[in-house]
Structure formats: C-alpha cells, structure tokens
C-alpha cells in the first residue's frame, strides 16, 4: 500500500512519534469526513436551513416591494401636486388669467376717449 506524502510527515515512519502523528492526521481526516457525511444524511437540518434562508430571501423581497411601492406613491403625490399647484408656481406654463394689455406704437395715437359727463346737481 503507498503512503501519500504529507508535508511535514516523511513517506516512511521511523520513530513510533512519527508513527503517532501519521495516525493522528488520519483520525483528524476521518472525523472531518464523518461529519460531512452526517450532514448531508440529516435530511432534517437541511431542510430548515433551506426554510430559514428561504425566509431571509422572502423578508428581503418584501422589503424591497414595500420600499418601491412608497416610492410610487410619493412620486404620483408630487406630480400630482405639481400639476394642481402649476398655475401659482408657474405662469408662464398656466393659461392667461387677464387679458394683456395691448401694445403702443410709436407715431400712431390712440383714440379719445369721450368726455366724463358731469351731472348737474
């Protein structure tokens, strides 16, 4: 049977310590593989750590869906504020609330206006 080389222990044991730690390393490697194994068998485990991550991910996406859905909600409050608030902000967008004034040519006079009458009294 070939021995696989380890650093640190040589291929051909010659001291019982030697011999000590090679079979020291082996239990250490067997355990580790023990408990891989126990852990892909405990069917149960498995399934509640799939459960619990399952939650994290559902929490995470209803947070998410919370925070859009506040966020529609305030953007429709203030476009719809803007378009009810418009015509005080900005008048140049509104429709004209007064007639405008009308314009004065130099040279062409305006008309006269007739005489206030005045009553006798």
Do not use: C
Request: charged letters at 30%; hydrophobic letters at 40%; glycine letters at 4%.
């Amino acid at each position: 049977m070939s021995v696989p080389n380890i650093p640190g222990i040589p291929t051909d044991p010659e001291t019982p310590a030697e011999l000590r730690a090679r079979i020291d390393l082996t239990r250490q490697e067997l355990g580790d593989t023990l408990e891989e194994l126990a852990a892909k068998a405990d069917v149960r485990a498995r399934a509640q750590r799939k459960a619990r991550e399952a939650m994290r991910a559902g929490r995470a996406q209803r947070a998410a869906t919370a925070s859009g859905a506040v966020l529609a909600v305030a953007l429709a409050a203030l476009v719809l504020y803007r378009r009810r608030h418009r015509a005080k902000s900005t008048p140049w967008l509104s429709a004209p609330t007064r007639r405008p004034r009308p314009r004065t040519f130099p040279g062409v006079r305006k008309p006269s206006r007739p005489a206030a009458s005045v009553r006798a009294s």
